[in-house]
């Protein structure tokens, strides 16, 4: 019998052939501090689009990105740019770190230990890089 590698490792080793095909320098990609090129959000017009100005009896921006947080915890913090960018913006949102380390806390309890601790460092990478004000600085 032929080896025969599954689909799905056949499908990646593809891609990432047709990749370095495209662009040689690719082969090297990481996404790593991707998220560095997303600006942070002002306050103000994440209130405006994802908070109370279209729906006033709704949830403000703020919650709203403690939430998404929450859910990047539970999921095992594997979208590491997703849960950094959420910090980021949940924090020029209002949110503080106490309410930060909280949410990702609670989310622990259901997503476990490992989810928790991973979220919870990716977090304090947010907070300690100094990029935004944490209650202390406010």
Known sequence: MPDQKNPFEAMMTMGQEWAKALNPAL????PRGFEALFPTMPKDLMETFMGKTLNPEGLDAKTKLLVTLSALTIMGAQAEAQVRITVRHAVEAGATAQEIAETIGI?????GIPAMSKAMELAREV????????EDQA
């Open 27 to 30: 082969e090297h990609f990481t």
């Open 107 to 111: 989310a622990g309890m259901f997503g």
């Open 127 to 134: 907070l300690d890089a100094g990029t935004v004000k944490t």
